[in-house]
DNA sequence: AAACCGGGGCA
DNA sequence: TGCCCAGGTTT
């Protein structure tokens, strides 16, 4: 899609369904503007605007913030966090107001500020200045991303070097301030990470994204460092002719369809399942906790030796579970861990009998 | 329980 | 240059 019809289309959707009446975005200027995106990097509109207003109600310009005490500033912050920012709004209103009160007029000079960046800066140049300057908001990135099925995760430098390429593209001549507003609310309202509402999306035709159902795929989430971990129990159940029972595991998920322990996120469930298929059991031993690591996850897993007290009532249903003893398990397939720890539960046992 | 957010600060 | 951080909200 030309970027004119691009920014046609999103000036329209602005026009006909942008929040208009948001309180910075009446009596615009830089000052304003500055406060609310600051406030904005951190919390949602909803929470924002009083902060906002109760902010501006105290330091109506940048000489009585410049002028306040920091800790008034601070308490006017309060409970909206990253309280470093409060104390850059203070240091920067400082200096505006050194420069009588006058904001820098370029990127870089406003970038240079504590606590402005390029895409503040930009913000602030486009909706209180009339510049034509680009913004790459987290909001923007997702919609830049998405539109242009740019792969890879935002915060990388190099995808983050694109869709500044990309943003600036796509950035009109006239009416930016709108078009800024127009993207963040888009971003916020429309083209959000879950559930976005593509099918009221004014750009749907030219989403690559979209086109290429990549909606739910893009922005890639930052690359963990450390695998995320899952807990859970594992039950050696055995019965009195010391056959093991074991259940085939559903077809999709890890080691789909193959045969294996029960297993539970804690013990009250083990105890539901118990209940459930009428087992009675001796108070499950707990062996020493294991990891198994996958691609993407550790399995952290505590094995749990228990006896069936009770007859089985043996129900030959089509997923019941089944009693093995020690021979057969080998030639089932089971995944490995299962195996090595049912191997290592019979050479105890044999261990056992022989004294 | 973990992702998210824009910029600062430090190796 | 790249990594970690703050801290309240959302998922």
């Not at 600036?168 to 078009?179: I, M």
């Not at 228990?306 to 009693?323: F, H």
Request: proline residues 7%.
């Amino acid at each position: 899609m030309p970027p004119e019809q691009f920014q046609q289309k999103i000036l329209a959707w602005f026009d006909e369904h942008g929040r208009k009446d948001l309180p910075w975005q009446q009596d615009i200027n830089p000052y304003r503007v500055w406060v609310s995106e600051i406030m904005l990097q951190q919390t949602q509109v909803a929470s924002v605007i009083d902060y906002f207003n109760r902010f501006m109600a105290r330091f109506p310009n940048v000489r009585s913030l410049a002028d306040a005490e920091l800790d008034e500033v601070l308490q006017h912050w309060a409970g909206l966090g990253y309280y470093a920012r409060a104390r850059n709004l203070h240091k920067t209103a400082q200096r505006v107001a050194a420069n009588q009160g006058r904001f820098p007029q370029t990127v870089e000079d406003l970038s240079a500020l504590p606590g402005i960046g390029r895409s503040t800066a930009g913000a602030i140049l486009s909706i209180a200045c009339g510049q034509s300057q680009s913004i790459l908001d987290g909001n923007v990135k997702r919609v830049l991303a998405r539109f242009h099925a740019v792969h890879g995760w935002p915060g990388d430098s190099k995808v983050t070097a694109q869709l500044w390429t990309i943003s600036s593209q796509y950035t009109p001549g006239q009416r930016t301030g709108d078009y800024t507003q127009a993207m963040m609310d888009l971003g916020a309202t429309l083209c959000t990470r879950s559930k976005p509402r593509c099918e009221i999306c004014p750009v749907i035709n030219g989403c690559q994204a979209y086109r290429l159902d990549l909606v739910n795929q893009l922005p890639e989430p930052k690359p963990r460092k450390t695998l995320p971990v899952k807990r859970l129990l594992f039950l050696v159940l055995q019965d009195k002719q010391k056959r093991i029972l074991l259940e085939r595991r559903p077809p999709a998920g890890i080691w789909g369809g193959l045969w294996s322990l029960p297993e539970f996120a804690d013990r009250q469930q083990l105890q539901d399942w118990c209940l459930q298929h009428g087992y009675q059991l001796n108070e499950p031993d707990a062996l020493p906790g294991l990891r198994h690591s996958f691609s993407h996850y550790h399995l952290d897993y505590t094995p749990l030796l228990a006896t069936l007290q009770n007859p089985i009532n043996c129900v030959m249903e089509a997923d019941s579970p089944v009693w093995y003893k020690a021979n057969d398990v080998y030639s089932l397939g089971l995944p490995a861990p299962i195996k090595r720890l049912l191997q290592q539960h019979y050479l105890e046992e044999h261990y056992d009998e022989n004294g």
